[in-house]
């Protein structure tokens, strides 16, 4: 079985500050995870994706996460947060195989608010 | 934009009742996954469907079924609805057996009163 947990259902910075948020998982085989964003009435976007190759990965509008096994993370940062960035964002799981990559765990979601 | 449509936007269903919610897949993408994403969670896995068959499936009770066709168009059908049932219900196209990612469409908000 596979799991996620984000810590923190809210995060709350100023516009300019470093963005972390926080992604555990667990999994009993190797993990592929994903970070994804969802503004109001919209669908997921991918941000980035870790499927065992390097370990920090960069994706889209400046965001990065680095796994770490030892510590079963996959934190997603930003150097500097945009207004624009204004978004509830979700850590997911899933394992390889072509059955596993459509179904995702997702974990509760993060919401983050940007203040000018 | 994703190239994954999904129709209606919103619907308002009485308790008991049936509903169809309908999802067009991204051109190419033969493998359709659903969702169901409950106010304040994280989407969760509803079934996956591959070739006209479903291909994995989450905890959801069997009232929850699905088709796929062979334009790769896909529903998800839900009988006697519940009132927990409302949620934003999201489909996800991708093609099999890579790595691609899931492109996913903006959902149907569905409300069971």
């Known amino acids: 079985a596979q799991s996620v947990t984000q810590l923190g259902s809210h995060v709350s910075v100023s516009e300019g500050a470093l963005v972390l948020l926080r992604c555990n998982y667990s999994?009993?085989?190797?993990?592929?995870l994903f970070w994804y964003v969802q503004y109001p009435n919209q669908g997921l976007q991918l941000l980035l994706k870790y499927t065992s190759a390097a370990t920090l990965v960069k994706g889209i509008n400046g965001f990065e996460a680095e796994f770490k096994k030892s510590e079963t993370s996959f934190h997603l940062t930003k150097p500097s947060a945009h207004m624009s960035d204004a978004a509830e964002y979700f850590c997911a799981v899933s394992s390889a195989g072509g059955t596993s990559y459509g179904k995702l765990t997702f974990g509760q979601g993060t919401i983050l608010t940007v203040h000018p | 934009e994703t190239g994954v449509t999904q129709s209606p936007t919103h619907l308002i269903k009485t308790r008991g009742q049936q509903v169809t919610l309908r999802c067009s897949s991204q051109s190419g993408h033969n493998t359709v996954s659903w969702y169901q994403q409950a106010l304040g969670q994280g989407p969760q896995f509803i079934f996956q469907y591959y070739r006209e068959e479903e291909n994995g499936r989450g905890n959801f009770p069997p009232r929850f079924s699905g088709l796929q066709f062979p334009n790769y168009s896909s529903e998800l059908n839900v009988n006697a609805l519940e009132l927990d049932d409302s949620a934003l219900y999201l489909c996800?196209?991708?093609?099999?057996?890579?790595?691609?990612?899931?492109?996913f469409g903006s959902g149907t908000q569905l409300s069971v009163l």
């Open positions: 996800a196209s991708r093609a099999w057996a890579t790595n691609e990612k899931l492109f």
């Open positions: 999994s009993s085989v190797p993990p592929y």
